[in-house]
């Protein structure tokens, strides 16, 4: 059986700490591996998320559902993030959000019991996770501010700096959704930049 690969997990963590062998080898022991396919939901409205997730390869989203049943996607993971619904998961409330894999992934998985195991276990997991969501706070309030402040034509050059590899990747009403402007508003802005290139 092939043995799971941590390298691209290790070389993610070590920009936060720095864990000794043994550490992660106990790390290794109380995580698990997963192989999701394509649109499977991983954390559903109005369920309490009891996992999340490392991605080794693949893409997620989350997204929010309208009283229209329109969906707005609030964030998209790709490969060497941490995905999850995390005021479900940290909180233990049910989801406002939907969580879905938007690609075949591989993914490493940390459950809510296994991760309050390693916070006493291996300390050093306590300063990881809180660096992650200071990281991730600063860059929600990054979205928001471009949200208000931004036209959608800077917005979508930001986007493109940001994540040149991803416009292939996410169907466009996806990005879309993300960058708060329409499928149609997205297409005018692209054939605007073709037509400058």
């Given at each position: 059986?092939?043995?799971p690969?941590?390298?691209?997990?290790?070389?993610?963590?070590?920009?936060?700490?720095?864990?000794?062998?043994?550490?992660?080898?106990?790390?290794k022991?109380?995580?698990?591996?997963?192989?999701?396919?394509?649109?499977?939901?991983?954390?559903?409205?109005?369920q309490?998320?009891?996992?999340?997730?490392?991605?080794?390869?693949?893409c997620?989203?989350?997204?929010?559902?309208?009283?229209?049943?329109?969906?707005?996607?609030?964030?998209?993971?790709?490969?060497?993030?941490?995905?999850?619904?995390?005021?479900?998961?940290?909180?233990?409330?049910?989801?406002?959000q939907?969580?879905?894999?938007?690609?075949?992934?591989?993914?490493?998985?940390?459950?809510?019991?296994?991760l309050?195991?390693?916070?006493?276990?291996?300390?050093?997991?306590?300063?990881?996770?809180?660096?992650?969501?200071?990281?991730r706070?600063t860059?929600?309030?990054?979205?928001?501010?471009?949200?208000?402040?931004?036209?959608?034509?800077?917005?979508?050059?930001?986007?493109q700096?940001?994540?040149?590899?991803?416009?292939?990747?996410?169907?466009?009403?996806?990005?879309?959704?993300?960058m708060?402007?329409?499928p149609?508003?997205?297409?005018?802005?692209?054939?605007?930049?073709?037509?400058?290139?």
């Amino acid at each position: 059986m092939k043995q799971p690969n941590f390298d691209n997990f290790w070389k993610f963590t070590d920009q936060f700490v720095s864990f000794s062998d043994d550490e992660k080898e106990h790390i290794k022991k109380q995580v698990t591996f997963r192989n999701v396919p394509k649109n499977t939901i991983l954390v559903d409205l109005e369920q309490t998320a009891k996992e999340v997730f490392f991605i080794n390869k693949g893409c997620l989203r989350f997204y929010y559902l309208t009283d229209e049943g329109n969906e707005i996607t609030g964030f998209i993971f790709t490969e060497n993030m941490f995905a999850g619904s995390h005021e479900s998961f940290f909180s233990q409330v049910p989801s406002t959000q939907v969580l879905e894999t938007l690609e075949d992934s591989a993914l490493i998985v940390f459950s809510y019991e296994k991760l309050h195991q390693l916070y006493n276990e291996v300390p050093k997991m306590n300063t990881l996770v809180r660096k992650l969501l200071e990281q991730r706070m600063t860059h929600a309030q990054k979205v928001i501010a471009s949200l208000i402040i931004n036209k959608p034509q800077d917005r979508y050059t930001t986007y493109q700096k940001l994540h040149p590899s991803l416009e292939n990747r996410i169907p466009q009403h996806i990005l879309a959704s993300f960058m708060g402007i329409t499928p149609v508003s997205l297409s005018r802005i692209r054939s605007r930049k073709l037509k400058k290139e």
